[in-house]
Every structure is written in structure tokens, then in C-alpha cells.
């Protein structure tokens, strides 16, 4: 049977893969004649990593999920605990590149270099660790995990999921959302391009 715990960590890793691969191409392209744009977009991709990833996604993960697979297969223990090291350092990467970011947009070109290159090194470094998870420790998370601990999962990955990513609409995030979608341009989002 199926197990939704499964299905909405590969959603939410979909739906953040999306965000951040747009994040690189917008990265690559740089601000062209729309700077205000560009920064804006930028900005909001940097929030809502800051805001569902890392504040609802990888608590659950290291919370509830990493725990039980650990005490099930402790041969996975170098791997969680190599994940478990991201998920603490993430929310510090993120707010160096909002930092960096905001460096560039106010002082201007001279700093452009130290976001770009640090945001496609995070962007590598995420993906990286999200197919890790997917390949190593979902597959085996599926094999060894009780019905009982299944339970308890779905249950809470099925509590604030991300909007983005099939979890229920909150209005509060529609200008978050459409800001990134309509502002972007094409084919990152619907944008002039």
C-alpha cells in the first residue's frame, strides 16, 4: 500500500526542484533591462525556500522520519547523518544568499559574482541532497518502516504541507506564489521574457 508520507516528500521536492532551478536560470540570465523585476522574483523564491522547506519540510524529516529509519536500519546512520548536517545548515545558507542578494541590488554590480556563485553552488548542493533522500533512504524508509510508524507519518506529513506542492491553499501565500509565477519570465514562469 502505498504510503502518503512518501508521495508528499516527492511532491514537495518536485515543487522545490522547480523553484530552485528557475532560481539558476534566473541566476544565469541576470537582471537585463527589468532589474526591479528581477530582484523581486529573486527575493521571493529566497522566502518561501526560507518559509516551507526549511520551516515545515525538513522538521518532519529530521524529527519524525530520520529517527525511525535510523532505529530501523542503523546502517543508514552515516547517510541521515550527513542529511541531518544540510538540514541544519540550510537555514543559514539561505539567509546568506538573501543577504547576498540584497548586497547586489544595493551596491550593485561589484557584488553580483559572490550571489551568483554562491546560489548555483546551493542550488547543486540542494538537489544533491534531495535525490540523496529520494534514492537512499526513501526506498529503504519503505522496506523497513512498521504499518504503526506509517500511521504516525502520514498523519503528520500530511499536516502543513506546502501549497506549492498539492498542501492546502492559503490566501496568505497567493502573493507570494503569484509574484513568483507571474513575474518570472518565460519559461520559468509566465512573465514577459
Known amino acids: 500500500m502505498p504510503h502518503s508520507t512518501l508521495q508528499i516528500i516527492r511532491d514537495e521536492h518536485a515543487g522545490l526542484a522547480a523553484v530552485l532551478r528557475s532560481l539558476s536560470m534566473m541566476v544565469t540570465r541576470g537582471p537585463g533591462d527589468a532589474p526591479e523585476r528581477f530582484f523581486d522574483v529573486l527575493r ?3 522566502f518561501y ?3 516551507f522547506p526549511e520551516r515545515l519540510h525538513h522538521p518532519k524529516e529530521s524529527e519524525l522520519l530520520f529517527p525511525r529509519l535510523a532505529r530501523a536500519m542503523p546502517e543508514l546512520m552515516p547517510v541521515i547523518q550527513r542529511l541531518e548536517l544540510d538540514h541544519m545548515s540550510g537555514e543559514g545558507k ?21 550571489f551568483s556563485d554562491t546560489a548555483l553552488v546551493y542550488v547543486a548542493f ?24 506509517w500511521a504516525e507519518l502520514d498523519a503528520a506529513f500530511e499536516r502543513d504541507r506546502d501549497p506549492l506542492s498539492g498542501g492546502l ?6 502573493r507570494l506564489f503569484t509574484r513568483i509565477v507571474l513575474k518570472s519570465p518565460a519559461p520559468i514562469g509566465v512573465g514577459d521574457a
Open 94 to 114: 539561505v539567509r546568506e544568499l538573501q543577504h547576498l542578494l540584497l548586497a547586489w541590488e544595493l551596491i550593485g554590480e561589484s557584488r553580483r559574482d559572490a
Open 126 to 149: 540542494y538537489l544533491a541532497h534531495m535525490q540523496t533522500e529520494e534514492t537512499q533512504l526513501l526506498p529503504a524508509a519503505e522496506k523497513a518502516l512498521s504499518a504503526a510508524d
Open 49 to 51: 525556500i526560507d518559509e
Open 44 to 46: 521571493a523564491m529566497l
Open 169 to 174: 491553499r492559503d490566501p496568505c501565500y497567493d
